[in-house]
């Protein structure tokens, strides 16, 4: 079954008497809440703060009311990361634009999650956290951060706030050939299950034997719905042409003068050609 980030809020530190938890700690002097990897908190934007000794950053305007659209529609999509200053504050690692955001889009709190390691830790897992990264990306990412912190699974599991089970899944994809790795790497379409499952063969003749007929089952995919585009668009080029051909022989003819057994054929025609129109705008209407 599925492991699934926990939701939590921040816990002080337990004593003899008794365990409680902080709904919204205090800003200043927060020393005796502890806060642990790999849970996700939903903290108040109030108690997030700008890291002091980072600089500020120039925020483009226009990509922030984008953002705060986006927020509004959806959500946050993405957890910020924070830290615990040593005046007991807590700052914002990554994510202050959605922070900025979400206050416009008047969100009053927002999915973080704890960070304590080291910059090159923090830049790893904050590029771990993004929603673009392709199935390569990201496994490349993990190992890295595995080889950097000397993590095992389940400590790498804890940080990232994912189920053991999917971070050794997507580990997995590390062990295909370099050759499809490459080939994948800024490919956002490939499947990341169908990498884990090309990665679970143990001959890397089976991987690239596997990996081709994947290519050539989408290649063939695209090829089609592009062959289909093409003669769509064709076809009703041809067809608004022929259209506008009929409305002016149909302009041009004086039906009241038509002999009767022109007539009947005519008709027939018309209603034939009216029927056709009436079930291919229902059908059109039903694919929209």
């Known amino acids: 079954m599925k492991k699934t980030i926990t939701m939590a809020s921040p816990t002080k530190k337990k004593s003899n008497m008794e365990e409680c938890s902080v709904d919204s700690p205090e800003k200043t002097g927060i020393t005796d809440i502890v806060y642990e990897r790999g849970i996700l908190y939903n903290l108040s934007l109030n108690d997030l703060l700008a890291d002091p000794d980072q600089p500020r950053k120039v925020l483009d305007a226009h990509a922030l009311e984008e953002l705060t659209a986006s927020i509004r529609k959806h959500g946050i999509l993405e957890p910020v990361l924070f830290r615990l200053h040593e005046d007991g504050n807590l700052v914002i690692v ?155 022989k149909l302009n041009s003819i004086d039906a009241t003068h038509c002999e009767a057994e022109d007539d009947s054929g005519f008709k027939d025609a018309l209603i034939n050609l009216r029927d056709w129109i009436d079930s291919f705008l229902a059908r059109s209407a039903q694919r929209r």
Not at 151 to 172: F, M
Request: hydrophobic share 40%; glycine share 6%; net charge positive.
């Open 94 to 248: 990554a994510g202050e634009r959605r922070i900025i955001a979400a206050r416009k889009a008047g969100l009053s709190s927002v999915p973080a999650l704890f960070i304590d390691g080291n910059a090159s830790e923090i830049s790893l897992i904050e590029n771990l956290l993004r929603q673009d990264l392709t199935a390569v990306e990201e496994a490349e990412a993990l190992q890295r951060l595995m080889n950097q912190q000397k993590y095992t699974h389940e400590q790498l599991s804890a940080v990232i706030g994912k189920a053991r089970t999917t971070i050794s899944d997507i580990l997995l994809i590390n062990r295909l050939p370099q050759q499809i790795r490459d080939d994948c790497r800024g490919n956002r379409t490939v499947s990341k299950n169908v990498l884990i499952d090309i990665a679970r063969k143990k001959q890397e003749r089976a991987m690239f034997t596997a990996y081709g007929l994947y290519k050539e089952k989408m290649n063939r995919g695209r090829k089609t719905s592009k062959k289909r585009s093409t003669f769509d668009t064709k076809a009703l080029e041809a067809i608004v042409l022929m259209a506008g051909k009929i409305m002016d």
